[in-house]
């Protein structure tokens, strides 16, 4: 990929020191990065002369946009890209459950929500690369991940693992 190309990224990591780490060197390896659109915890990213994206993890989790009520509605066009992976966003929404009691029409109108921010999402910016420091396992970065693959946008995610690593004992006999 030319470096010149990425003007629009999409960057779900920056939740930890090796993802706000890649990102720094990403905005500095692509020259005519003009817009990050990213999830963050807490922190809010910002780059001087790059229109940053901030999303919040904590409300994007359960559907919650800011401004989307503002947003066009999705149509039978949009919605389509999503029928091979309705159900398995769905299911993915058995993970909130946990802390709140989800019926079935409170999932429908949380993944809704989703369907309905992304899809204005490329609607509104030309995604050229979207990257993820981890497989997309969560709701709102699945059906992001979707959209973009949907789209034809080049899309890469890392596998991270924890690995403990520690000395070996020894056992005297």
Request: aromatic residues 14%.
């Amino acid at each position: 990929m030319k470096k010149t190309y990425v003007k629009t990224l999409f960057f779900n990591g920056i939740q930890n020191k090796l993802g706000k780490g890649l990102l720094q060197n990403l905005v500095k390896e692509f020259p005519n990065l003009k817009t990050i659109i990213t999830v963050c915890d807490g922190e809010k990213i910002v780059f001087e002369g790059i229109e940053v994206v901030n999303l919040n993890y904590r409300e994007i989790l359960y559907g919650i946009y800011e401004g989307i009520d503002d947003l066009i509605e999705v149509d039978e066009l949009d919605f389509s890209r999503y029928k091979d992976s309705f159900f398995d966003a769905y299911k993915m929404l058995d993970r909130l459950h946990s802390l709140f009691s989800l019926n079935d029409r409170n999932k429908i109108n949380i993944l809704l929500s989703h369907i309905k921010y992304w899809e204005n999402i490329n609607k509104k910016f030309k995604v050229d690369l979207a990257l993820y420091m981890n497989v997309p396992h969560e709701i709102f970065d699945y059906i992001s991940f979707v959209s973009f693959k949907k789209r034809g946008v080049k899309t890469i995610h890392y596998y991270l693992s924890l690995i403990h690593i520690s000395e070996p004992t020894r056992q005297e006999a």
